[in-house]
């Protein structure tokens, strides 16, 4: 049997990503981009579309509601971070919709993860209300710290972006600076902020 995974053509990037992950070009019907594979092969292609959905279009929709905030490489650190938070359970609700023949990678996204976007939603006013305070380059450390404490796949994730990056001046101050920080000295607006989203 073969499963049809398909995204509309306007997603240039992940459809470039697709491509090049799958190994293979694609057909095109209208507006989208149809792609074929092996029913025995979906579980090496889930990650991939876990991470169109969970990486990509998740910090573009966080992106898009604070971006006239982002003035410094540590703010593109803090939103890597919120990509990465939660996001074992966030991939197994992905993983959980993979299971179908037709697999419509935008689909899913706009019409089957509204409980993962009103999360998310929540995590951007708390985000919102961490601007307002005019946060200074330590406290956005010290809310980097909280979001990558204990979540290794997001600090290998941030710290990807540090490395691949010829100007990291400030950004590897936010990288290593959670490996020193002691988290019952963080100031009140990070600490106020995460007993919120831990709570």
């Known amino acids: 049997m073969r499963i049809e995974i398909s995204i ?18 694609c057909g095109i019907m209208g507006s989208r981009a149809f792609f074929e594979v092996e029913d025995s092969e979906i579980s090496e292609y889930e990650p991939i579309i876990e991470e169109i959905i969970l990486t990509s279009f998740k910090y573009r929709y966080f992106y898009n509601e ?6 410094e490489l540590a703010d593109i650190a803090i939103l890597f971070s919120i990509v990465d938070f939660d996001g074992y359970r966030e991939r197994q609700k992905v993983y959980a919709l993979c299971k179908s023949r037709e697999i419509c990678i ?11 976007r009103d999360e998310w939603d929540k995590l951007i006013e708390l985000l919102k209300e961490f ?11 010290e809310l980097v710290s909280y979001m990558i404490q204990g ?16 100007d990291v001046t400030d950004l590897q101050k936010v990288i290593y600076y959670h490996e020193k920080i002691d988290l019952s000295l963080c100031s009140d607006n990070v600490r106020s902020l995460f007993s919120s989203v831990y709570n």
């Open 151 to 166: 979540f290794k796949s997001c600090y290998k994730r941030v710290k990807y972006y540090v490395d691949s990056d010829k």
């Open 8 to 25: 509309d053509v306007d997603f240039k990037e992940e459809l470039e990503f697709l491509k090049r992950e799958l190994e293979r070009d």
């Open 131 to 141: 601007y307002t305070h005019n946060p200074t380059f330590n406290e956005k450390c």
């Open 106 to 116: 935008d689909g899913i996204y706009n019409f089957s993860l509204q409980e993962l």
């Open 66 to 71: 604070v971006k006239d905030r982002i003035t």
